[in-house]
Each structure stands twice: as structure tokens, then as C-alpha cells.
């Protein structure tokens, strides 16, 4: 089954503590991207990446890094967490940025 | 400040009502798709358009792309429950690497 997995789902972690929410997809997709999601805000793209070892800021990137060492893996960073990056988070792969996004289930942090 | 303003942000009808949905930029886009968002669950397409006044059908589903391609519109026939969600645009640029996602509409049809 052609799917974008992420891991966790749900996470809760205090200000400062390092962590990593892992993206994989299976489709072969040259294209991967982050978003995150807020009430009001729609989505928000955080990095992406066209393929292995090129990455790109998206509209929000502070806080947060990506790596793309391998095609099928994206795994999002953040290494400083604070309250402000408490938020619903989705991966999503595409043949190409025009192309339709498959999106992840997504990973809501809470960060006290 | 966002590229694409959708509207209404919220909208609660009763089953068998029409409705209309709009994305908006001052920006000129190479294609724009819609997605559908479930609780819970993420987004998934429902259309792309990608010429100036294109219109596509899905059913009870009419989308249209503006002439100047800068906005679109979403008009649901007869709604029902299932069609209960959070409806979003999203726009590429022409020479732009990344899309651009609207604030969404989040759509209630009442039984």
C-alpha cells in the first residue's frame, strides 16, 4: 500500500529536550516536505526537499532542521523545542511540488 | 501574511444546500489543487486545475480556476454529511520550488 508514514503520532516534551519525528514513504517520491498546522494559520510549509541532499527553507523553518540522506526518509529536528513550536505536524511526499501531495496522518507535539 | 485567503473560515449548512467556496491571491499561480482534511487524519487531493478558467467536475464537486489564474472557487451541489471538513487550496508559482497553502474552510453539513 502506497502510504507516508510518521513517527509518533502524538508526543509530549518539555521546553529544550531534542527530538526527531521520522518520515518515510514508499512511492518512490523525488519530493518530501514538512508542514505544520494551527487554527487560523492553514498550513505552513517548514522544509523541503526535491531530492537526496537538497533541502530548502520553507516559510517557517526557525527552530527546526531536516535531513534527506535517503530518498524514502525525512526526518524532521528539532533540537531546542519551545512552547511556540507546540503544533499538528505532516510529512508529505510528491513526484514533484506541482504534483499531488500524499500526506502523512500527522504528529501533534505539545511542548511545555 | 498569507498567499492565498480562503472564505468563509467556517460554514455550517443543512444537507441539500449549495455552497461556494473561495481561494484567493493577488499572486499568479502555475496550477492549484484542493484538498479535503479529515479529523484526525491528513489532507488528501481532490483536484488540480491548471489553465486559466479550467472547470472540473467530482460529482457534487465543481471547481473552477479564475481567468488570471490568481483564484478559485469550490461549489459543492446538494451538500451531504460527507462532505463534512476542512476544504484547502493550494498553489505552486511558476519558478518556485514549494506550494503554498490557504487557511482552509472548514465545512459542517447538518443531517
Known amino acids: 500500500e502506497a502510504q507516508v508514514t510518521q513517527n509518533p503520532r502524538y508526543l509530549i516534551t518539555v521546553t529544550g529536550k531534542k527530538l526527531t519525528v521520522t518520515c518515510s514513504q514508499n512511492?518512490?517520491?523525488?519530493?518530501m516536505s514538512w508542514y505544520r498546522q494551527d487554527p487560523g494559520l492553514g498550513l505552513r510549509q517548514i522544509y523541503y526537499?526535491?531530492?537526496?541532499?537538497?533541502?530548502d527553507k520553507g516559510d517557517v523553518p526557525e527552530g527546526y532542521k531536516v535531513s534527506r540522506k535517503e530518498k524514502r526518509n525525512f526526518p524532521l529536528i528539532l533540537e531546542s523545542p519551545s512552547p511556540n513550536q507546540t503544533s499538528l505536524y505532516f510529512c508529505?511526499?510528491?513526484?514533484?511540488?506541482?504534483?499531488?501531495?500524499?500526506f502523512g496522518p500527522g504528529t501533534r507535539l505539545t511542548v511545555l | 501574511t498569507q498567499l492565498l485567503e480562503q472564505s468563509p473560515q467556517f460554514l455550517s449548512i443543512q444537507e441539500g444546500e449549495n455552497l461556494t467556496v473561495y481561494c484567493n491571491s493577488s499572486?499568479?499561480?502555475?496550477?492549484l489543487q484542493w484538498y479535503r482534511q479529515e479529523p484526525g487524519e491528513g489532507p488528501v487531493l481532490l483536484v488540480t486545475v491548471v489553465t486559466g478558467g479550467e472547470v472540473k467536475k467530482l460529482k457534487r464537486l465543481t471547481f473552477q480556476f479564475g481567468d488570471a489564474r490568481k483564484d478559485s472557487s469550490l461549489h459543492i451541489t446538494a451538500a451531504q454529511p460527507g462532505d463534512t471538513g476542512l476544504y484547502l487550496c493550494?498553489?505552486?508559482?511558476?519558478?518556485?520550488?514549494?506550494?503554498?497553502f490557504g487557511t482552509g474552510t472548514r465545512l459542517t453539513v447538518i443531517p
Open positions: 499572486s499568479v499561480f502555475s496550477s
Open positions: 508529505a511526499s510528491s513526484e514533484d511540488r506541482v504534483y499531488e501531495q500524499f
Open positions: 526537499s526535491m531530492n537526496v541532499e537538497v533541502t
Open positions: 493550494a498553489g505552486a508559482k511558476a519558478g518556485a520550488n514549494n506550494l503554498f
Open positions: 512511492m518512490n517520491h523525488e519530493y
